[in-house]
T-cell receptor, first 112, second 114 residues
Framework: QKEVEQNSGPLSVPEGAIASLNCTYS??????FFWYRQYSGKSPELIMF????GDKEDGRFTAQLNKASQYVSLLIRDSQPSDSATYLC????????????FGSGTRLSIRP | DVKVTQSSRYLVKRTGEKVFLECVQDMDHENMFWYRQDPGLGLRLIYF???????EKGDIPEGYSVSREKKERFSLILESASTNQTSMYLC?????????????FGPGTRLTVL
């Protein structure tokens, strides 16, 4: 079992709809959770981080964390074509020599 | 503005060559990281460093070594390049320990080993 799992996609969402990206992790001791966006041919950039159970909103983005179920999700409201990218989930696990573990990413495509 | 630079965007080397990948950050960050990114495998940590002259193995250190002589510079060395080291290499830096906050990535070096 991978430590951080994401559906590779592609996830196709119509413009203006809500895109929902999911991530599960195996280490129950994980403390911090990050979402990075990576455009094709570019390097990842952080868009959200969350430490506590519940929701965290930033503009059109909402990160949701459920530590009991060991999943973290990213919702993108009013999806735009510019949101088309690969989204990487990353988890900081202190029981893993304090390393951040990245998922393999979900490719999101927003169709006009 | 935050900046991480890598010495080359594209590199082609031959099997057995020694390869140096350089990374420089101008943010005075303590922590620096080297990843490789392959389709379907995501980002995998090769080595990281939390201070000058300090280094820690990541998940896939075999075939690689690193050097951090100055705070701003973190080098990845392939002692004897092999074809399975063909990949995109990404350097990153962060302020807090073990990247507990934002990691800032360089533009990447696409290495091809023939």
């Amino acid at each position: 079992q991978k430590e951080v799992e994401q559906n590779s996609g592609p996830l196709s969402v119509p413009e203006g709809a809500i895109a929902s990206l999911n991530c599960t992790y195996s280490d129950r001791g994980s403390q911090s959770f990050f979402w990075y966006r990576q455009y094709s041919g570019k390097s990842p950039e952080l868009i959200m981080f969350i430490y506590s159970n519940g929701d965290k909103e930033d503009g059109r983005f909402t990160a949701q964390l459920n530590k009991a179920s060991q999943y973290v999700s990213l919702l993108i409201r009013d999806s735009q074509p510019s949101d088309s990218a690969t989204y990487l989930c990353a988890v900081l696990s202190y029981s893993s020599a304090s390393k951040i573990i990245f998922g393999s990413g979900t490719r999101l495509s927003i169709r006009p | 503005d935050v900046k991480v630079t890598q010495s080359s965007r594209y590199l082609v080397k031959r099997t057995g060559e020694k390869v140096f990948l350089e990374c420089v950050q101008d943010m005075d960050h303590e922590n620096m990281f080297w990843y490789r990114q392959d389709p379907g495998l995501g980002l995998r940590l090769i080595y990281f460093s939390y201070d000058v002259k300090m280094k820690e193995k990541g998940d896939i250190p075999e075939g690689y070594s690193v050097s951090r002589e100055k705070k701003e510079r973190f080098s990845l060395i392939l002692e004897s390049a092999s074809t399975n080291q063909t990949s995109m290499y990404l350097c990153a830096s962060s302020k807090d320990v073990a990247g507990a906050d934002t990691q800032y990535f360089g533009p990447g070096t696409r290495l091809t080993v023939l």
